[in-house]
């Protein structure tokens, strides 16, 4: 998924804020929790004001990502 996901933040960072957060750490345990995390790979696209829009658990292609992308950045 480091790849795609790399490569995605290429193409959309400068619109699209990209955090990662390490599964190890508990400092992001309510954040984690908070966001429904589960199991590796999980994924979760935002809105500007926190709002869930999308949750991926498990891989997901980069043409789901972007179809999501696009769609959230529509005016």
């Known amino acids: ?3 795609i996901v790399h490569g995605l933040e290429a193409k959309y960072g400068d619109r699209i ?3 990662y957060l ?3 750490d508990p400092n992001t345990d309510s954040l984690k929790q908070a966001l429904g995390f589960r199991y590796m790979p999980y994924f ?3 809105d500007g004001d926190g709002n869930i829009l999308q949750q991926w658990a498990g891989p997901v ?3 789901e ?3 999501a992308f696009d769609t959230a950045l529509a005016p």
Do not use: I, R, Y
């Open 22 to 24: 390490n599964v190890d």
């Open 61 to 63: 292609t980069e043409a």
């Open 1 to 3: 998924m480091k790849p």
């Open 17 to 19: 804020g990209f955090v």
């Open 44 to 46: 979760v696209l935002l």
């Open 65 to 67: 990502f972007a179809t």
